[in-house]
């Protein structure tokens, strides 16, 4: 299990994380989201002690990584593939970093064969592919079969192939009680394959649930197509509905205003407006995760064309 507790890491000025508080439980996929420039790779840095924090902690099963006898079978991670010496095997590489963690050098062998990658094991590095270092980097932090895994966009570069791979691969390894955090900017892949969902924005934690429970956090949307869609929207605004345009009509919130389809149903009858279509739009990762960072995004556009 991963604890974070009260994090907070600042440089001079500038407050990268701030006051950050959380668990990735065992037996679990936990999505990390955040805009750029949030704080989600500071976290992670924190966690795995490459920065120290300026106050908090960030514990590794109760212990900082740099406390455990053998770091390497607390965690493993992967922030970055840039780091690998091109002119290195990919044996050559998990050897390496196998002996500096006083592990087995046949666990190199065997993580190259966990990941699928025993054909090229003795091709440099520089001539992978991005999704073949992608999984280069999954073998080196499962080196020490760890019991706490920590990605950073492990999605990136992989074809659709290797995204179900790893799909699979990260399923099996929360089933057999890993605490597994993943960051990514693939929101629809996080809805999908992540238990639970943290979200930050500007270093602080603004979400913290189950992925269902974000999911039906907001109230349910109607899609609705009328024959005179204008004033439909007009009569819900004065009723102090929440309304918006979509593509092909109206996405009305149901809340104390329009509590279900029926209220608005009857809305429509009394205006003597047509629908044409209506049905239930349940909320999506995207849109959740966008309401809830609006206001810590570092780039925003001023709305305006250059």
């Known amino acids: 299990m991963i604890e974070v507790e009260r994090l907070s890491k600042r440089y001079g000025e500038f407050v990268a994380v701030d006051d950050l508080d959380f668990t990735v439980p065992d037996g679990a996929i936990t999505g990390f989201l955040g805009p750029n420039g949030a704080g989600k790779s500071t976290a992670m840095r924190c966690m795995l002690g490459l920065d120290r924090p ?4 960030a514990l590794i099963d109760g212990l900082p990584l740099a406390g455990h006898a053998r770091p390497a079978t607390a965690a ?3 922030l970055d593939t840039s780091w690998f010496h091109p002119g290195r095997t990919g044996l050559a590489h998990l050897k390496i970093a196998a002996a500096s963690s006083r592990l087995p050098l046949r666990r190199a062998e065997e993580a190259l064969e966990a990941v699928g990658m025993s054909s090229v094991a003795h091709r440099n590095i520089g001539k992978y592919s991005l999704g073949m270092k992608q999984r280069l980097g999954i073998a080196t932090a499962m080196l020490g079969r760890p019991r706490n895994i920590i990605l950073d966009e492990p999605m990136n570069g992989l074809d659709p192939q290797g995204m179900e791979w790893m799909r699979t691969y990260l399923r ?11 960051s990514s900017h693939l929101l629809t892949e996080m809805e999908t394959l992540a238990d639970r969902l943290l979200v930050i924005g500007r270093g602080r934690l603004v979400g913290d ?23 439909l929207e007009m009569r ?19 809340d104390e205003a329009v509590p279900d389809a029926t209220a608005l149903s009857r809305i429509c009858m009394d205006l003597g407006v047509l629908i044409t279509a209506l049905g239930n739009r ?9 309401e809830l960072t609006a206001e810590s995004s570092e780039y925003r556009t001023g709305g305006n064309r250059p």
């Open 54 to 57: 300026t106050s908090g902690a």
């Open 76 to 78: 493993g991670a992967v």
């Open 282 to 290: 349940p909320a999506r990762l995207e849109e959740m995760f966008l």
């Open 209 to 231: 649930r189950r992925t269902s429970d974000f999911l039906n956090a907001r109230d349910r949307e109607a899609a609705i197509s009328t024959d005179d869609d204008t004033r």
């Open 236 to 254: 819900l605004r004065c009723l102090g509905a929440s309304v918006r345009r979509l593509p092909d009509g109206l996405g009305v919130t149901f």
């Open 172 to 182: 099996e390894a929360a089933a057999e009680g890993h605490a597994v955090l993943v």
